[in-house]
């Protein structure tokens, strides 16, 4: 299993695939033992795609010491570097697209395009559902939760009226949550990472993006609203943004949304891509 030091941590990573190289950043909780990852944004055997478990999560270090956001744009760049990574296509999804924002603004000459998949800005332009007011919920409550957060259609009545595609996804989420679920360190690193998340705000430094940028997102997202993803597009006057047919994971209700986003990223320019 490659793994390599950056900062003060040992990262878990995969690469996959060939073509432009894209750095792929995952959502809260993300590993990539679980599914969707970064892998999952994209056409298959287009890019050649690097995705990593973030601090605190996966199989990648799990420090108990307050994380920032800072941290989480550090720790990409300096993993960039690590491998000779010298400049690439970002694709930020969730969380990821909250550090992917942070490494965008830190570390411009990083970034040769940038896709920011149903996130937020914090600050005046919004912030995404606080998932740390979810964390003491009993599990069948907490499930219930997110899976109408996921996807407002969802609500009480759909899981009522539906109820066997609520049992499936009901167990989707559970076997989700299981994996590496007894590992050490991990309700803490998880923890840490709501913490920073809770603090995220690039509102105000979000016109300084020169690069180009692809806004997209689920019509039905309750986690990022479309809302959140407006107020993205009025923030980074260049940019493009489109909604799809789904909810949080809109790229796997919508086939559009993959092929969309592939073809932003292939249509740079050589000079950009």
């Not at 950043?25 to 690097?50: H, N, V």
Request: proline share 6%.
């Amino acid at each position: 299993m490659p793994f390599i030091d950056v900062r003060d941590l040992r990262v878990y990573y995969e690469i996959r695939g060939s073509g432009p190289r894209v750095l792929g950043i995952g959502g809260t909780g993300g590993d990539l033992r679980r599914i969707p990852t970064a892998f999952d944004l994209l056409p298959p055997d287009s890019f050649e795609i690097l995705a990593y478990d973030q601090r605190g999560l996966g199989r990648s270090s799990r420090p108990d010491i307050p994380y920032t956001m800072a941290d989480y744009a550090e720790d990409a760049e300096a993993l960039l570097r690590a491998l000779g990574w010298e400049r690439c296509l970002v694709i930020g999804f969730s969380f990821g697209g909250m550090a992917a924002q942070e490494l965008a603004l830190r570390y411009p000459w990083r970034v040769k395009a940038l896709v920011l998949a149903a996130t937020s800005s914090g600050g005046e332009g919004g912030s995404s559902y606080p998932l740390e007011t979810l964390i003491s919920l009993p599990r069948e409550e907490y499930i219930r939760r997110i899976i109408t957060l996921s996807d407002a259609r969802r609500d009480a009545a759909w899981q009522m009226s539906h109820p066997e595609e609520f049992r499936l996804l009901r167990e989707q989420t559970i076997t989700a949550l299981k994996i590496g679920e007894d590992e050490p360190g991990r309700r803490i690193g998880a923890l840490r990472q709501l913490e920073a998340r809770a603090g995220h705000n690039t509102c105000g430094r979000l016109r300084e993006l020169k690069m180009p940028v692809y806004i997209c997102g689920g019509r039905y997202d309750g986690i990022a609203e479309p809302s959140r993803l407006e107020a993205l597009k009025r923030l980074i006057p260049q940019a493009r943004m489109d909604l799809f047919e789904g909810g949080h994971f809109f790229f796997l209700q919508d086939p559009r949304a993959v092929l969309r986003i592939g073809e932003f990223l292939t249509g740079m320019p050589e000079s950009q891509a």
